[in-house]
């Protein structure tokens, strides 16, 4: 039946065209985002063409003329099919309007998924009954006798399944306690399956990139540093060869020029970047890489702290856990941040325990005598010039060879720049031209210098900082609170757990908040379509199941819940509601028809079942590629494909079931209490009129 599948397609184009027309008009581009949105719609903008033609098919096997029938089969289904667009619309909408990092990353997903879904129902109600009237065929059923043929297998086949579910249906009628128990079983077992999936904010890409800072003593020489830093880089490149770009910088300090800009300074810091190849081309993920990495450099003595970061700078997320110290005593706050730094370190799963106050450096303190300089016919700023360009150096000149350029630093060699009573013997000029000895205008005097004082909020703050390996951020964080539970905290020192988990859980509020407005617009719209407070309950019975089968696919892949886990999740609220309204619909206009309860529950299930599981079929199959992706960045995005995927499967048998089940006994009720309702209004009248 090629043209009743190039009408269906035909929608596909359409609606990207209008997606493409949006980015266009706003002036966004074509990313990582709008792609994922673009894979999103795809699977949903055929539900409304399906439903459509599907029903006008039916009345054009049934004999009816294909004008005819498109007149008749779009009035029929044309009010639901624009509901069920109005409840992916709820869904999605919101998302354009909340703020923070979960609003910078959803809004353009939002508008995207709202315009494509919005142009595909107008195309399903509009060109799809034009064409079906134009390109479908009245063709009188013809008797072959071969075996294998579309009429023969899966006409026929997918009539039996049509006739199985009827009678599976009208079983279940007559069997309400035990399906509604066996629900209740069934919802109540797997909720013990969402205590078992981690949470965590973002999932963590594999970027092919691993970052290091390695500090040695303080102090140390930059001789002794340069070895250190070259034993590392044999050890690495003997032991990854995934490794294909490698690049240290030793002893960076202040005066590295560009190369200070890539880590931490000072002679004793280390800054190692590598680039790995890419994923599809190495056995080992780029964590495993990085973990090996920090098991050898335990093992180098030299070594007395390190992290070690997989994320390069295009990282969408923060999937580190700080846990912020807030005291104006710094030696109190220093010992707490080692007790919680030291237990930290006994959790299985924490890596790249630091704390971000740093330690002491030593340095040499010059105390001018003003009388003295006044006497010898100096100044401060005359010392001061002496003293840098001796020890701190001043360019001479610049020295050129090959077309590069090299400046030319003249400094005293560095056993006169480290020894106390040698800089007390710098020589110093002075106005009339006499050199004047340091020692006889200033003492120096050997200093170890504060340590770096941080603020937030105007607080005085050190922050002790993890990454997770291996463990979820928010099970990595509750291990922490409780290490923090056993430590005694003076009153006047505050703590807070902030970085990663505090973002995971601002969006998690946020998310959560618009999962409520996406509810009661959801609830809205079915209300003003069914005229009824009741019947949405109904149809929204699948929406816990949902989120079931959202928690028992992550759990079955080995995935964290994360803010993209989440927002699958809040789409499946449009995404099964739609499937509950189709065939709520249907049953509400085969009982308009005069036809009984059971009967017109079971033979809308049996109308409604193709379109119901050709839907979900198109948007699970259009969420796969997601799911499934394996390329640098799919950690992102495969969680919300699963999610999606997984609450569809989950949630799909429940509608077929479940709802139709609630909605007899919605109505059996609606019905006893009106029967009864009668009867007391008679009984009344007769007592009156006695």
Do not use: C
């Not at 599907?54 to 509901?83: C, F, L, M, Q």
């Not at 006739?163 to 079983?185: C, M, Q």
């Not at 720049?417 to 031209?433: H, M, Q, W």
């Not at 807070?496 to 407005?517: P, T």
């Amino acid at each position: 039946r090629w043209r009743a599948t190039f009408i269906i397609v035909l929608t596909i184009p359409i609606s990207l065209i209008a997606a493409f027309i949006y980015l266009k008009v706003s002036g966004n581009s074509i990313n990582i985002i709008s792609l994922s949105a673009l894979s999103i719609a795809i699977g949903m903008v055929v539900d409304d063409a399906i439903v459509v033609l599907e029903n006008i098919s039916k009345h054009i096997d049934r004999g009816t003329r294909p004008r005819e029938a498109a007149i008749y089969a779009t009035n029929e289904v044309w009010v639901a099919v624009i509901v069920t667009t109005l409840t992916v619309v709820a869904v999605f909408l919101p998302l354009t309007m909340i703020s923070g990092l979960t609003g910078v990353l959803f809004q353009q997903l939002g508008w995207i998924v709202t315009i494509t879904v919005v142009v595909s129902t107008i195309a399903a109600i509009t060109l799809t009954p034009m064409l079906s009237a134009q390109l479908l065929r009245l063709k009188p059923k013809k008797q072959t006798t071969r075996k294998w043929t579309y009429d023969t297998v899966v006409i026929r086949l997918l009539d039996k399944i049509d006739v199985y579910y009827e009678k599976v249906i009208r079983w279940s009628l007559y069997n309400k306690k035990k399906i509604v128990f066996g629900a209740i079983g069934i919802f109540a077992a797997s909720l013990l399956l969402v205590k078992q999936v981690g949470t965590e904010f973002i999932p963590e890409p594999d970027e092919s990139s691993i970052n290091l800072t390695i500090e040695l003593q303080t102090g140390i020489r930059l001789e002794k540093t340069v070895e250190v830093t070259d034993r590392i880089r044999s050890i690495f490149e003997e032991s990854y060869p995934e490794i294909i770009v490698l690049s240290t910088f030793a002893g960076t300090d202040e005066d590295a020029g560009v190369s200070s800009l890539f880590g931490d300074n000072g002679s004793h810091i280390i800054n190692i970047r590598t680039r790995l190849t890419d994923p599809k081309d190495r056995t080992r993920s780029v964590w495993e890489i990085a973990d090996n990495m920090r098991l050898q450099l335990q093992d180098i003595v030299e070594i007395e702290n390190f992290t070690v970061s997989t994320g390069g700078s295009g990282g969408m997320g923060n999937s580190n856990i700080a846990i912020e110290i807030y005291g104006f005593d710094i030696e109190a706050t220093n010992a707490i941040a080692r007790a919680i730094s030291d237990s930290i370190k006994t959790i299985d799963g924490a890596r790249d325990v630091s704390i971000s106050r740093k330690k002491e450096k030593p340095e040499l303190k010059v105390v001018l005598d003003q009388e003295k300089l006044a006497i010898h016919n100096l100044n401060t700023a005359i010392v001061a010039t002496a003293l840098r360009n001796r020890i701190h150096g001043m360019q001479a000149s610049k020295y050129r060879e090959s077309g590069d350029e090299y400046d030319i630093v003249v400094r005293f060699p560095e056993e006169y720049r480290n020894n106390i009573s040698l800089v007390e013997n710098i020589a110093i000029k002075n106005f009339t031209g006499q050199f004047i000895r340091l020692k006889e205008i200033a003492t120096v005097e050997e200093h170890w210098t504060a340590p770096n004082i941080e603020r937030k909020g105007r607080q005085r703050i050190i922050t002790v900082s993890t990454v997770p390996y291996g463990i979820a951020l928010g099970d990595l964080s509750a291990k922490i609170e409780k290490k923090i539970a056993n430590i005694t905290i003076p009153p006047d020192v505050t703590i807070n757990i902030g970085g990663g988990f505090e973002d995971m859980q601002e969006s998690f509020q946020d998310l959560g908040l618009l999962m409520i407005l996406v509810l009661l617009l959801v609830y809205i719209v079915m209300a003003a379509q069914f005229e009824s407070l009741k019947m949405p309950m109904i149809i929204m019975l699948s929406i816990p199941f949902a989120f079931l089968g959202v928690f028992l696919a992550l759990f079955v892949t080995g995935k964290t819940f994360s803010i993209i886990a989440a927002l699958g999740g809040i789409m499946l609220i449009g995404i099964v509601v739609k499937n509950a309204i189709i065939l709520v619909d249907y049953i509400n206009l085969l009982r308009e028809r005069g036809y009984e309860l059971y009967d017109a529950i079971s033979e809308s299930g049996r109308s409604r079942l193709r379109p119901v599981l050709m839907t979900a079929v198109t948007t699970i199959l259009g969420m796969l590629p997601m799911a499934l992706s394996t390329g640098e960045g799919s950690e992102i995005w495969s969680p919300m494909g699963i999610a999606v995927i997984g609450g569809l499967l989950f949630s799909t048998l429940i509608t077929l079931i479940i709802v139709p089940i609630g909605y007899g006994l919605l109505v059996n009720r609606t019905s006893k209490n009106k029967r009864k309702k009668i009867e007391e209004e008679l009984r009344l009248e007769e007592q009156f009129f006695q």
